[in-house]
Structure formats: structure tokens, C-alpha cells
């Protein structure tokens, strides 16, 4: 069953601590991104990749880092230096990073900070 | 910079209903435009593509228009059922490198039995 596979799907985090969110895809898609959903907001870019070993910041990357390692994962790091982490967290695959590609999103995770 | 806009935010409409979800966008230089349905705290399901040289595209009770001219897009549900309450977002794909997407705030969509 193909898909984009998200974990976890709720995580809490105590002030100056990181956290790693897992994406993997296996719809043999090139490009990755992370997108951050708050509240009447629309989703915001943190980072895409269009390719093994290779990343680009978004609109919001201040406070996150990511890798790239391999085709299927593309983990996110919420770092201490982000100041406002709390929010819904949407990664999404697509074919390619054409002009032309469907996007497709995993189930989300929950990142509240206490 | 691509601005996207939907509007209503909310919108509550009869069982059975045919209705219109609205999508503006302020360059009218994209390559598509795809919507979106969310469920409240789940991922985002995509339901439609248009490309920049469509105009419109159907799958099932819902087909979705394209005016790149105008900067519109409108997406028509036929039938409502309360099955397709979710909110309902838009996104543009324009310029720069990458793949990137911008999005609108969404309409929150309730179909009432």
C-alpha cells in the first residue's frame, strides 16, 4: 500500500530540547517537503528536496534542519533555536520537482511545546 | 509574491446541495493548481490537478475550473453529502524553483443532514 508515512503523530517537547519528525515515503517520488499548518494560516514551506543528498530552505527554515540520506526519508529537526515550534507538521512527496507534479501529503504530526 | 485567497472561510449548506468553493490567486503566471481536502487533524487528501493549460477537471461530483486570466479557480460539488464536510484548501504553483506550492486558508465546508 503506497504512501507517505508520518511519525509520530503526537509529540511533546519541554523548552530547549530538539525533536526529530520521521517521513518516508514508498511512492518512489524524488521530491520531499515539510510544511508547517497553523491555525488560519496556510501552509508554510520549511524545506523541500528534489533529490538524494541535496535540500533547499523554504519560506520558514529558521529553527529546523533536515537530511536527505536516502530517496524514501526525508526527518525533520525542530531545534531549541525555534522559537514558536508549536503547530501541525505536513510532509509531501511528488514524482518530480517539475512544474507539472501532484503532491501528496502524509497524515501529519502534532508538535506541542510545554 | 503569489497570494492566494479563499473565500468564504466557512460555509454550511442542506444535504443534497450543489455548491461552489472560491479560489483567487493574484499572479496569474502558474503552472497549476490542485485542491485539497483536509479532514480536522489528518494530512491533506488531493482531489484535483489542473494544469495551466486546462480549464477544468472532473472526477466524480466534483469538477474544478481554471481561469488563469482572472486569477480564479472555482471547485463544484454536486449533491452534497454529509460525508463531504472537511475544509477545502487550494494551492498554486508558480515561478521560482522547486516544486513550491501556495496555499490559501481554506473553506470549512458542513454539510448538514
Known amino acids: 500500500d503506497g504512501g507517505i508515512t508520518q511519525s509520530p503523530k503526537y509529540l511533546f517537547r519541554k523548552e530547549g530540547q530538539n525533536v526529530t519528525l520521521s517521513c518516508e515515503q514508498n511512492l518512489n517520488h524524488d521530491a520531499m517537503y515539510w510544511y508547517r499548518q497553523d491555525p488560519g494560516q496556510g501552509l508554510r514551506l520549511i524545506y523541500y528536496s528534489q533529490i538524494v543528498n541535496d535540500f533547499q530552505k523554504g519560506d520558514i527554515a529558521e529553527g529546523y534542519s533536515v537530511s536527505r540520506e536516502k530517496k524514501e526519508s526525508f526527518p525533520l529537526t525542530v531545534t531549541s533555536a525555534q522559537k514558536n515550534p508549536t503547530a501541525f507538521y505536513l510532509c509531501?512527496?511528488?514524482?518530480?520537482?517539475?512544474?507539472?507534479?501532484?503532491?501528496?501529503f502524509g497524515e501529519g504530526s502534532r508538535l506541542t511545546v510545554l | 509574491k503569489q497570494e492566494v485567497t479563499q473565500i468564504p472561510a466557512a460555509l454550511s449548506v442542506p444535504e443534497g446541495e450543489n455548491l461552489v468553493l472560491n479560489c483567487s490567486f493574484t499572479?496569474?503566471?502558474?503552472?497549476?493548481l490542485q485542491w485539497f481536502r483536509q479532514d480536522p487533524g489528518k494530512g491533506l487528501t488531493s482531489l484535483l490537478l489542473?494544469?495551466?493549460?486546462?480549464r477544468e477537471q472532473t472526477s466524480g461530483r466534483l469538477n474544478a475550473s481554471l481561469d488563469k486570466s482572472s486569477g480564479r479557480s472555482t471547485l463544484y460539488i454536486a449533491a452534497s453529502q454529509p460525508g463531504d464536510s472537511a475544509t477545502y484548501l487550494c494551492a498554486v504553483l508558480s515561478g521560482g524553483g522547486g516544486n513550491k506550492l501556495t496555499f490559501g486558508t481554506g473553506t470549512q465546508l458542513k454539510v448538514e443532514l
Open positions: 509531501a512527496s511528488s514524482r518530480s520537482s517539475g512544474r507539472t507534479g501532484e503532491l501528496f
Open positions: 499572479d496569474s503566471a502558474i503552472y497549476n
Open positions: 489542473i494544469q495551466s493549460s486546462q
